[in-house]
């Protein structure tokens, strides 16, 4: 088994389907091996039957401490359906100010197309000495 | 393979004997048979037929075991975007279980439960909407998907009848929403949605039916308010999803629920329909409306709009909501925003009063904007009041400094109450109160000082309630005679005697000619709106006049000096103070 520390209970149970997958190709390949017309290889069928035990160790290891610390399925205690809604409304408090400003930047825009300010005058030039 | 077979031919043919024996009917007896002792070569053929199906055996096994772990992986896999799915709107959303007997469809009974518990402690006012239960389904592709009936959120709308909501900018915010709901015909698209997207939308659709939800129970809570209170609300018309209410003259507001899809089409032709559709509740209905369609492009700069009142309508019931499900501590009653409980008008009347208010401030705004804009050296500052049914501005104005410094009042030091430091600023404060405007003046003289013709300045603020009609005159007679304060103020400094009246400053020249500046008001003026007259009296000594009097036009003479700004006006009254310089002390 792959020594990574697993963040969250989901991918470690997802670890162990992972490994059941596994198990079972194992186990397939035992089988193949075992029908091998010249007769199967016995390291190699050791080997496969170790790793077979040591998944299922794995497994059984991870799935008891799983179910230890599951707690059990409380009702929704903290509802925030309501501070939702008021996040909703401030949403649409804040869309109306940006369509306002937005607003109040095209009157500008419109007021200096209409009064174009003069153009500045050129820099003097530097006093000759 | 020749001996077996001759073997065989012998058995056979006692078999044959026996058979015909038995047909002849006599009677026969088996002694008895054994097995024929197998050959070595039949025992290592049969091992090596079972040996051969055994080995079969294993392939069989071998490939099946091989198939249910790819069949395994591709389930697991699929599973396992489905539960992280699910895991990730577990997140935000309640999610429910319930243990069903396996169907077809294997959709293993979760459901996300929109229904607010917490709302439920209260009276049984509230029916859970039919949308409060979600089924949570596989799609084609296996994925986490919510399956909607199209039409089935309603969102809460909010106008004015008779104005015309086409602004490009109020749609923009609810096409947002409206993409979501697109979902269920995605389906030909399910390669490229990534599991990301698919919990993102289903995520903005949940919203949405949440939103719809609490729309829902708001109007419904309208509904119920409109026909329990009386005050000042008024149902002028109803149909299916829409209630219209007529609030004063001439204003009607509807509320309705539009279902999503058909929001943008129907909204153009909603108002115009429903006028014909109203039933009226009394005669004036009729009059109501040909009145709004002549003043519809009036209404539209002077109605509020109608997206602050739809967020508003919410907002209070919300909060209503929120303040009733946690009863007990009353202090959030107080936070909001300082206003008494609501239970007395209720919160319809509350708004509608709310809207009401905000309609006549604005004209009062439209008012004082028009004095403003007349008078140049006036400013006008609102005051954010946090009430929804209070609002008050300001009128500002800012006068010269003074030429001469302060230790020369020589004057000012043996009236007690005045201050060394001269108003600079006079402030008139506007209040609107529901419909009831209130003006306070500061630096406007005292009654009771004029009477008794002292010269002493009282710091005096003025109230005055007014109606909307004789707001600008009162308003601008308050800031005429605060600039005749000022002036009379200046003179003083100069230590010229000055005699002040409301909106006239008096000087008495050495041949006992009295020459006045006076002021005069008038709001529909467009040049501007106080202007300024110079009035020369002969032989009224000791007389104060309150108006100018023009039936004895032979003794006085007018000269209209025009609109003066306040520097003018200032340098106007030093010459009039150099031209009666002989009776004054520098």
Redesign the interface.
């Known amino acids: 088994m792959e020594a990574q520390t697993q963040n969250t209970s989901?991918q470690r149970l997802?670890n162990v389907?992972?490994t059941?997958?596994?198990v079972?190709?194992l186990?397939?390949?035992?089988?193949?091996e075992?029908?091998n017309?010249t007769g199967p290889r016995k390291e190699f069928i050791s080997t496969h039957c170790r790793d077979f035990m040591q998944m299922i160790k794995d497994i059984q290891f991870t799935l008891r401490n799983e179910i230890k610390s599951a707690c059990e399925y409380r009702p929704?205690e903290k509802?925030d359906?309501?501070s939702?809604?008021?996040n909703?409304?401030c949403c649409?408090?804040l869309?109306?100010v940006l369509?306002q400003l937005?607003?109040m930047k095209l009157a500008i825009a419109n007021y200096h197309l209409h009064h174009p300010s003069p153009p500045l005058p050129p820099p003097p030039p530097p006093p000759t000495v | 393979m020749v001996e077996n077979l001759q073997l065989a031919h012998q058995e056979l043919s006692v078999i044959f004997d026996l058979i015909n024996t038995v047909e002849a009917n006599d009677s026969v007896t088996v002694a008895s048979m054994t097995n024929p002792k197998q050959l070595p070569k039949e025992i290592l053929s049969d091992l090596a037929v079972s040996t051969a199906t055994k080995?079969?055996c294993?392939?069989h096994?071998?490939?099946?075991?091989?198939q249910?772990?790819k069949a395994?992986?591709q389930q697991?896999t699929r599973e396992?975007k489905f539960?992280?799915a699910l895991?990730r709107l577990q997140q935000n959303w309640?999610v429910k279980r319930q243990r069903v007997a396996a169907t077809a469809s294997s959709s293993e009974g979760f459901t996300i439960?929109?229904f607010?518990?917490?709302?439920h402690s209260s009276a049984p006012v509230y029916r859970p909407s039919s949308l409060s239960s979600i089924c949570i389904d596989h799609n084609s592709a296996g994925m986490l998907a919510i399956n909607l009936p199209p039409n089935s959120c309603h969102s809460l709308h909010f106008g004015f009848l008779g104005v015309h909501s086409n602004d490009i900018?109020?749609k923009?915010?609810r096409n947002r929403t409206y993409n979501s709901v697109e979902l269920p015909s995605k389906e030909t698209e399910k390669e490229s949605l990534n599991e990301n997207d698919c919990v993102q939308e289903t995520h903005s659709l949940l919203?949405e039916v949440?939103?719809s939800i609490?729309d829902e129970q708001v109007f419904d809570m309208v509904n119920r308010e409109a026909f329990n209170s009386s005050l000042g609300v008024n149902v002028t018309g109803i149909r299916e999803n829409y209630l219209q209410l007529g609030m004063g003259p001439g204003n009607s507001v509807f509320v309705s629920l539009v279902s999503s899809k058909d929001d943008e089409r129907v909204e153009e032709e909603r108002p115009q329909n429903l006028k014909y559709a109203v039933f009226p509740l009394d005669s004036l209905d009729g009059v109501k409306i040909a009145e709004e369609n002549s003043e519809s492009f009036n209404k539209k700069s002077v109605l509020p709009?109608f997206?602050?009142y739809e967020?508003y309508l919410?907002?209070i019931f919300?909060e209503y909501?929120?303040v009733r499900?946690k009863d007990r501590p009353t202090s959030t009653a107080a936070r909001v925003s300082g206003q008494p409980t609501k239970d007395g008008p209720g919160l319809l009347g509350h708004f509608c009063m709310s809207l009401a208010h905000r309609i006549f401030s604005n004209k009062v705004l439209t008012k004082l904007e028009n004095v403003v804009c007349g008078v140049s050296y006036l400013h006008l500052i609102s005051h954010p009041t946090w009430h929804s049914r209070i609002s008050s501005w300001t009128i500002f104005m800012k006068v010269p400094r003074s030429i001469l410094p302060a230790s020369s009042q020589t004057q000012a030091s043996d009236i007690p109450k005045m201050k060394n430091i001269t108003k600079t600023e006079f402030r008139t404060k506007i209040v609107v109160n529901d419909d009831s405007i209130k003006v306070e003046a500061e630096g406007a003289p005292n009654v009771v000082g004029l009477l008794k013709g002292s010269s002493e300045n009282v710091y005096s603020t003025n109230k005055y309630d007014c109606d909307l009609a004789s707001l600008p005159v009162i308003v601008l007679q308050q800031v005429a005679s605060q600039v005749v304060r000022w002036l009379h103020e200046e003179a003083l400094k100069v230590g010229i005697k000055a005699n002040r009246d409301f909106l006239c400053l008096s000087f008495k020249l050495e041949q006992g000619e009295i020459v006045s500046l006076v002021a005069h008001v008038d709001p529909e003026d467009t040049e501007g709106c106080i202007s300024w007259w110079l009035v020369m009296e002969e032989g009224y000594v000791g007389e104060r006049k309150l108006h100018m009097d023009v039936a004895n036009g032979a003794s006085e003479c007018k000269k209209f000096l025009g609109y003066l700004t306040l520097d003018v006006l200032y340098s106007t009254l030093i010459d009039l103070v150099t031209l009666c310089g002989g009776s004054g002390t520098f």
């Open positions: 989901l997802q389907e992972k059941i997958v596994r079972l190709e186990a397939g390949g035992v089988m193949d075992l029908a017309p929704f509802s359906y309501s939702r809604i008021s909703e409304l649409s408090k869309d109306y369509s937005d607003a | 080995l079969q294993y392939r096994l071998g490939k099946y075991f091989k249910s772990a395994l992986e697991v396992a539960y992280g895991i309640k439960d929109l607010d518990s917490s709302l900018t109020q923009s915010s919203r949440h939103r609490f709009n997206i602050i967020i919410k907002q919300h909501v929120f499900a």
